[in-house]
T-cell receptor, first 115, second 115 residues
């Protein structure tokens, strides 16, 4: 069965450009998470969806970051007016049920480089 | 926010050695994740545990909820075990209400097993 997929795998953007990162979770998974991993660091929580509802966006670093999951499956993380400090790997994970109490299945990540 | 400390940060060992990686966290949780991240970024969930001990092949994870501490052990280590091992706990503590959603990650333990 297919795992979590993310696209693109690599993205290079010029400072000030907008980018959109896509996550395809495992089919039927209720929960979807976005994480940001800077070079040499552990991942940091960004936001959480339960189906189409964004229940927690406390980790989004600024209002330039926006995430959606309009039909409760595919999710898009959008970063507006990218800055160099946005350079990181963006990880998506999904789990079958609500919240933390399930194993999270991670995608391969999108490596964003902002020049 | 839950704070997670892992030790050691880096560990180099010879093939066959018994490996222990430690994780401490600051506030009460209901469960803890151990994850493995190989070079190139892919994250795999190894264990999710809420009490006692779990074993999978040569990997053993233990947790002491009262002491807010968990350990990951690798028996008969092999070069293919070389990876970053990350401990992750809920962003919020048990008492914050509404359940915990995203994960807070430790910085990881860089493990190298030499043949």
């Amino acid at each position: 069965g297919a795992g979590v997929s993310q696209s693109p795998r690599y993205k290079v953007a010029k400072r000030g450009q907008d980018v959109a990162l896509r996550c395809d979770p495992i089919s039927g998974h209720v929960s979807l998470f976005w994480y940001q991993q800077a070079l040499g660091q552990g991942p940091e929580f960004l936001t959480y969806f339960q189906n189409e509802a964004q229940l927690d966006k406390s980790g989004l670093p600024s209002d330039r970051f926006f995430a959606e999951r309009p039909e409760g499956s595919v999710s898009t993380l959008k970063i507006q007016r990218t800055q160099q400090e946005d350079s990181a790997v963006y990880l998506c994970a999904s789990s079958p049920h609500r919240g933390f109490t399930d194993t999270q299945y991670f995608g391969p990540g999108t490596r964003l480089t902002v020049l | 926010k839950n704070e997670v400390e892992q030790s050691p940060q880096n560990l180099t060992a010879q093939e066959g050695e018994f490996i222990t990686i430690n994780c401490s966290y600051s506030v009460g949780i209901s469960a803890l994740h151990w994850l493995q991240q190989h070079p190139g970024g892919g994250i795999v969930s190894l264990f999710m545990l809420s009490s006692g001990k779990k074993k999978h092949g040569r990997l053993i994870a233990t947790i002491n909820i009262q002491e807010k501490h968990s350990s990951l052990h690798i028996t008969a280590s092999h070069p293919r075990d070389s990876a970053v091992y990350i401990c992750a706990v809920p962003v919020r503590d048990l008492g914050s209400g509404g359940g915990a959603d995203g994960l807070t990650f430790g910085k990881g333990t860089h493990l190298i097993i030499q043949p």
